[in-house]
């Protein structure tokens, strides 16, 4: 994927650690019941209820899909203006970190609107959620520093389009094989909570937002995104060794940059229109 960032990676980084603290203490708040999204100021109070939280969060996360499959058509035809692929996959690699802590404030909002004292299923997909952000930002950003590059000119090394970055691959395979792991553990994980939230589904009652939330969808992306990341892994590690790309890797790419983002659209989608309708149906009961 090009590479060439018009913006500067302290942006990115110092963007990043805002964004993924703020929405945190979010999701800390709501697990503690004391919800402090209800009594900020007008831009940030409709985020109180567990409904708009699941719309917003639907909201990047179908942004970020979006914006993944625009980042491969450029990879392939050539920088469109001002974006590239480079640039589109830096927006990528940020905007889900806090879409995912939003769908994780919006589980334990729900628990919390519900009045359960007590949901082990609940909790478990909320901490994975930010398990998942910790991972994530772990291997997309504080990890590569170890080998003296970023994410994506590593990824352009091992593919061959960067002799130098891929010299200090090379040079810091012990760190690459670390980043690669925590790869593979955020996707694992990713499936894994999925995996709880069609649990939930089937148990959720029929008036709580869960209930229609398109958890198959969300699993069969999730499932294909982390057999496609070990296919990736799997296809780049011989290059750290002085060997060529392995022949599973054009499975992988498509599976991981294609046909999952394109199933997680669907999914986004329909949790994002679930979360209009509650929040439409909250308002009318509030009135009512």
């Not at 939280?53 to 990047?60: V, Y």
């Not at 691959?169 to 909570?193: D, H, T």
């Not at 949790?271 to 009961?285: E, V, Y």
Request: hydrophobic residues 55%; contains cysteine.
């Amino acid at each position: 994927m090009a590479v060439d960032l018009l913006i500067p990676k302290e942006t990115w980084a110092c963007r990043l650690a805002a964004e993924t603290l703020y929405y945190a203490s979010r999701v800390r708040s709501a697990l503690d019941g004391d919800d402090g999204l209800e009594n900020e100021e007008g831009r940030h109070r409709s985020l109180g209820d567990s409904a708009a939280r699941l719309w917003l969060a639907s909201a990047l996360l179908l942004a970020t899909n979006l914006i993944w499959i625009l980042a491969v058509a450029l990879n392939l035809l050539g920088p469109l203006g001002p974006l590239s692929a480079g640039i589109l996959g830096w927006v990528a690699l940020s905007a889900d970190l806090p879409g995912v802590a939003l769908l994780a404030a919006a589980y334990a909002g729900l628990t919390r609107e519900q009045e359960r004292t007590s949901s082990r299923l609940r909790s478990a997909i909320v901490w994975g959620f930010v398990g998942w952000v910790v991972l994530s930002a772990s291997w997309r950003f504080l990890l590569p520093l170890t080998t003296g590059t970023d994410v994506q000119d590593l990824f352009a090394g091992l593919l061959g389009a960067n002799p130098g970055t891929l010299a200090l691959a090379k040079k810091a395979w012990a760190s690459v094989q670390e980043i690669f792991v925590a790869w593979i553990a955020a996707a694992g994980l990713f499936f894994v909570v999925h995996l709880l939230i069609a649990i939930d589904y089937r148990r959720a009652s029929d008036v709580e937002w869960a209930k229609g939330v398109p958890a198959y969808a969300w699993l069969l992306g999730t499932g294909l995104s982390f057999v496609s990341t070990i296919l990736i892994v799997a296809a780049l590690l011989p290059v750290l060794g002085g060997g060529f790309i392995g022949s599973t890797f054009t499975a992988g790419a498509i599976g991981k940059l294609l046909v999952a983002p394109n199933i997680m659209l669907s999914g986004y989608v329909s949790s994002l229109q679930l979360g209009r309708a509650a929040i439409a149906a909250r308002r009318t009961a509030g009135r009512g």
